[in-house]
């Protein structure tokens, strides 16, 4: 069986090295209460759960807010005071940032194309990383990502800040004591009715945003009116589809609750089924991984649509003796015939996630990462783990784009005896900008 171990120390690009920036060290070591000064990346929507998670830290302060949008950057800013109390340093270049020797941690919340070429160079700067999921664009810049980690022994935590929620972690105990029996099958949903992005026109780039720098490692396009500041999810040259988008949260606590990570194969079904627009990725998908000891897991994703299934759970996991069903904020034992065993008014400590993945799980998702650093406490998701969710993703994308199931090397990660599957391992960059070993 793949172990995350043996799946680091084979990949291919695991012992390889990077070039450092000049006059980095590794002499900041932190005390307990020894402040850590931070950079958010991306301040447009999600920084502001993570905001409110750095805020609530009492030896963590931010001293930049990172975009390459001035005018978002300049409404941050005015969020900032009304928030937080203060405004910190405002940077539209965050590779200026990276120069600061006081910047201690930067929290990425950018495009996903940016996740692992800005967590690799601030590991190449000596900072710490957060870094939303999913933490890279591709299979390639997964292995990088985690090369690097590795190369510079920083502490790197994905943002699958369920991994944090009390009440996931006592389900998964449970399961491990066995509760439910021998765990077999795990079925993860995503359910939501997006609207349509329409046929974007080519424009005038913003006066007030850097179009190159938000590209970055991508191929040069032309603007146009419907990708910025939130649809790039949708375009393959920037974002990663719903699977990667919303789907990593569930199949990652199936991972979890299954004690699984390299699967051996990947089977998906779906497509494109609503609108007649610029949208890149299946609309509705099903991803089914199969790993060793005939153990399985689903995803079933609906992006858009007319339909929204009403309660929909975000995953079940079953086994010999009954199932756990797992909501966003809770979870239910039954039995064999579906009688409740455990309801969710017996679980004491009950934690909170908005729909914008912010809530009480994403203050205690950043409060172990500051722990990490400060006091060397165990991460609730450490690169070498998440990056694996986040492999099944790109796994499930590669299936869909190819319309075949495809077979893995659990030692490797990578897809086996078809090449037009691994054409898709790596993206293709903007001169300059590929992450390298």
Request: hydrophobic share 35%; with cysteine.
């Amino acid at each position: 069986m793949t172990t995350r171990r043996n799946f680091i120390k084979k990949t291919s690009l695991g012992g390889a090295a990077f070039t450092l920036l000049p006059g980095v060290g590794y002499s900041n070591i932190f005390g307990a209460n020894e402040r850590i000064n931070v950079a958010v990346v991306g301040v447009h929507s999600r920084a502001k759960a993570l905001i409110g998670g750095i805020n609530a830290y009492s030896n963590a302060k931010i001293i930049y807010s990172c975009d390459v949008d001035s005018e978002i950057l300049k409404e941050h800013s005015t969020w900032c005071q009304e928030n937080i109390g203060y405004i910190p340093k405002e940077e539209k270049d965050f590779r200026k940032m990276l120069e600061d020797k006081d910047v201690d941690a930067v929290f990425i919340a950018t495009p996903d194309h940016w996740h692992a070429p800005m967590a690799i160079m601030a590991l190449q700067a000596g900072k710490h990383v957060y870094v939303e999921k999913p933490c890279s664009h591709s299979p390639y810049e997964n292995d990088v990502l985690v090369a690097a980690q590795k190369r510079y022994g920083k502490k790197v935590q994905m943002g699958n800040q369920t991994r944090a929620s009390s009440q996931h972690k006592l389900a998964v105990e449970e399961i491990n004591d066995g509760i439910i029996g021998k765990v077999y099958k795990g079925e993860a949903y995503y359910t939501n009715n997006r609207p349509s992005i329409g046929k974007g026109k080519i424009i005038e780039v913003p006066k007030t945003l850097d179009w190159d720098l938000w590209q970055g490692p991508a191929p040069r396009e032309d603007y146009k009116d419907n990708i910025h500041p939130y649809n790039w999810h949708w375009f393959r040259k920037w974002g990663t589809g719903e699977v990667a988008n919303n789907g990593l949260h569930e199949i990652d606590i199936l991972r979890w609750a299954l004690g699984v990570d390299l699967p051996k194969s990947v089977t998906s079904f779906g497509g494109k089924y609503t609108y007649d627009d610029d949208w890149e990725f299946p609309d509705n998908q099903e991803v089914t991984y199969q790993f060793d000891n005939d153990k399985l897991i689903t995803y079933k994703g609906h992006s858009r649509g007319k339909i929204v299934v009403p309660d929909q759970p975000e995953a079940i996991v079953y086994g010999s003796k009954g199932a756990i069903i797992f909501g966003s904020n809770d979870y239910t034992v039954h039995d064999l015939d579906g009688n409740l065993v455990k309801g969710k008014n017996e679980i004491d400590k009950m934690d909170s996630t908005d729909t914008m993945g912010g809530g009480s799980t994403t203050v205690l998702h950043v409060a172990n990462f500051f722990d990490a650093i400060s006091k060397n406490e165990v991460l609730n998701s450490p690169i070498v783990d998440g990056a694996i969710s986040t492999m099944l993703t790109h796994y499930g994308n590669i299936a869909q784009f190819t319309g075949r199931t495809i077979r893995i090397d659990q030692s490797t990660g990578k897809i086996v005896e078809d090449a037009e599957a691994m054409s898709h391992w790596k993206r293709e960059y903007a001169e300059g900008w590929e992450p390298k070993l």
